[in-house]
């Protein structure tokens, strides 16, 4: 029998087909059901749609049961599941579909009128609405239990497939799209399942969007795979979580630093309804000390993961079993891959000395899609380069630093924006802060900060500098700030610099020079 991901839930409806798999909204799915539908999207896909082995199909939706049954349905046809942002403009998307050669696009009605435009620019391109008759007038209709029950289980596929095309999260450059197999998902799985000692009675609350690695495979995959329940919410909304942990049900969940600091922040905030949760895992972008210790201070355990989309995405994890303190580490390499920190001539650094964190393991991307130039940079003796900076202490506990790209030089200093930011947070008056380096004819590079501030008329720079100046040495401090109202970031709270650094360009001198005019 070939090993594929597709038997798991296969050997959960037949040894226990009454257990609750999956609950959306209004609708629940014991494991039996769970099965007829992804058996019953299989069939459409291969006998309306003609699908066949290795054809990519993409899904631009909300998260929904039909996310997670076409994963399991391209498991099992060895078709390759495209997951598309739907923060992206159709400019974006339509450049994602195009370079990955999709022919099919599962949507949800929400989006419409993307659909709408995707079509006048891409010839032959399938449509297929999830929950409602498109122009195209295809239609799958699933997440139904009077769906017949097919006794179809043959695999076309098996664990070295090529299973899920995810797109880089992009913030500082053009996304790329990193080819995961089923092997890889499979020992991100296993990594998943030691990080948090998952067991089938516990219940994954999924509000993360499930485009991402992330949202897909740090929870709601592995527990399916071990016949636990995943409850989706359609997206992050602070009301519904609120009342969603009220319930005293869920054991795990994966909320970014954003969505941590949001509910901290919010008027319902009440540490008494997040009792029933074993742990929260976050990551995605370097996580304030301060954020862990107040929810750790309210006795919610924090649990760190840190990887990427070509890591399936653990990599570095601390498990929940393991002591979590000093806070701000990222935990230790994942039970099945290796991590280690490398300087610029790839050598492996002594502890305690920042370099980039390279990962070695059987959950890594096969390839870069149409891409073999970029593949063949990202690896150096068999260790993906992730291209971040991080040190590892010794206990072998890792700490993320920051992109290699952001990396700030200026006359000969390294300068790493995430201290900075972080050193920069903690001022009375500023809610966020961001740092980007620009040209300088002596320096050569130099900082300037982009800062949300809670009282801009109280805020005086020059006192801000001051503070700064008392806990950082002075080539680290920013040479600008400039006031916006909200640091960009994209869907799982990392800081968009992209984005900023064409807010910054767009800026004209004389702004520039007014905002950094503000003691008077």
Known sequence: MK?????YILCHAEKHPNDLAIIFE??????????????????YISKTLKAKKGDRIAILSYNRIEFITLFYACAKLGTILVPINWRLTSFEITHIIKNVGAKYLFIESVFNEVSKELLSKILNLIIIG???????????????????????????????????????????????????????????????????????????????????VGGLNIQTIPALHIGATVTLHKKFETEHIFSALKKNIYTFTVFVPTILETLLQDKNWNPSIFTSLKAITTGSTIVSTNLIKTYEDN????????????????????????????????????????????NEKYQETENNVIGEIGIKGSNLFSYYWKDKNKTRKAFVNGWFMTGDYGKKNNNNQFYIIG??????????????????????????????????GISDTKWQKIPIAFITVKNKSSFKISECIKNLKAKLANYKIPRMFFFIEE?????LGKIDYKVLREYYEN?????????????N
Do not use: W
């Open 487 to 491: 640091i960009p970031k994209n869907a």
């Open 130 to 212: 999830i929950d409602f008759t498109p122009s195209s007038r295809k239609i799958i209709k699933t997440s139904q239990k009077s769906i017949a029950k097919t006794t179809n289980t043959k695999c076309n596929a098996d664990f070295d497939s090529p299973m899920l095309i995810v797109y880089t999260s992009g913030t500082t450059g053009q996304p790329k799209g990193a080819t995961l197999s089923q092997k890889a998902i499979y020992y991100n799985i296993l990594n998943s399942i030691t990080m948090h000692n998952f067991n089938k009675l516990d219940h994954i609350l999924t509000v993360i969007p499930l485009f991402h």
């Open 403 to 436: 992109r290699k790209e952001n990396i700030i030089i200026s006359g000969g200093e390294n300068i790493y924006p995430a201290e900075l930011e972080q050193t920069l947070n903690k001022e009375n008056n500023i809610i966020e802060a961001a740092i980007l």
């Open 3 to 7: 090993k594929n991901l597709y038997k």
């Open 299 to 342: 006795k919610i355990p924090i649990i760190q993961v840190y990887g990427s989309s070509e890591t399936a995405p653990i990599a570095i994890c601390q498990k929940i079993s393991e002591k979590r303190t000093p806070f701000g580490n990222a935990g230790k390499a994942a039970q099945y891959n290796k991590a280690k920190i490398f």
């Open 507 to 519: 800026l004209k001198l004389e702004d520039k020079l007014k905002e950094n005019d503000n003691d």
């Open 26 to 43: 209004k609708k629940k799915l014991n494991y039996i059901e769970l099965l007829n539908n992804i058996n019953y999207i299989s069939e």
